[in-house]
């Protein structure tokens, strides 16, 4: 073999080394890829939000945490400014936005996310929680049976309370006029209904919430529900227009859970 040819065969041996030595560290760097992990579902949650959403013993009941998939920042609890000549310590409903502002001083307000039913935009005024209930019985009401009886008829003599009752691990009862108003705000096990218009119940929060609110309300806690014409109020300066509302998205799927409450006073849930 000429020594040109020997010159032509080490280039060409080098060439293809070369080439095998890239394909190769190609595929490690491949392989890397597929073996780092995507991103949780929680990736976009803080520690402190997961933390505040986690599980909970409470009692003898073991609250799961919230699936991450059901955590915003439209849904999460939060410090907010809001506007208002409540003092502080009165609840506003917003039913309309789909939250719930638990009134602080310096026009700031602790706001959690909700889930409306019907009922729940029904009612709107004043009214004041003489008392709580913790893991409340829950009975489906007359017209709830007539209508529903598939689904309310196995259960016409109430639930007690528990992790699949539908009014949570707290119930809050409001009074107008010393009468019950039969208007409830409550826990629910149904995580995915909260920032939803669901198609029965009144004002649900998550359990982790409700007991964060009920911690907070004393009796004789003053409540304002706000009509649908006064939706937003408070979330901008007096004076500012209010912001516009989205319309609600058709009651489909899990927001429209048929065996959310309206309630009737059970046993052990005075009226």
Not at 40 to 61: K, T
Not at 126 to 140: E, G, K, L, S
Not at 183 to 191: A, K, M
Not at 223 to 250: C, K, M, N, S
Request: proline share 12%; hydrophobic share 35%; aromatic share 8%.
């Amino acid at each position: 073999m000429t020594r040109p040819q020997i010159a032509f065969l080490s280039r060409a041996t080098a060439l293809r080394t070369g080439a095998l030595r890239a394909a190769a560290g190609l595929a490690l760097l491949a392989l890397a890829a597929c073996a780092t992990p995507p991103p949780g579902p929680d990736a976009h949650l803080s520690p402190a939000v997961r933390q505040m959403y986690g599980p909970v013993q409470d009692g003898e009941f073991l609250i799961p945490a919230v699936p991450p998939q059901y955590l915003n920042d439209n849904t999460i609890r939060q410090d907010v400014a809001y506007w208002s000549d409540e003092d502080p310590g009165t609840i506003i409903v917003d039913p309309w936005t789909k939250h719930l502002y638990f009134i602080q001083p310096d026009n700031r307000a602790i706001r959690y996310g909700i889930a409306v039913g019907q009922e729940g935009r029904a009612f709107s005024g004043n009214a004041h929680i003489p008392y709580q209930r913790d893991w409340p019985n829950w009975q489906p009401t007359a017209n709830m049976i007539r209508t529903m009886p598939e689904t309310y008829g196995p259960v016409r003599n109430g639930m007690p309370g528990g992790l699949e009752n539908p009014l949570g691990a707290r119930a809050l009862y409001l009074y107008r006029g010393g009468r019950d108003t039969k208007y409830r705000i409550h826990g629910t096990p149904f995580p995915q209904s909260v920032g939803n218009a669901t198609s029965a119940g009144c004002i649900r929060l998550f359990q982790q919430d409700i007991l964060d609110l009920a911690a907070r309300v004393e009796p004789g806690t003053r409540v304002v529900v706000l009509r649908e014409d006064e939706a937003g109020q408070g979330t901008v300066p007096p004076g500012t227009e209010l912001p516009a509302i989205v319309a609600d998205a058709p009651l489909t799927g899990p927001a429209s859970l048929p065996t959310t409450p309206t309630a009737t006073a059970g046993p052990g849930n005075p009226s």
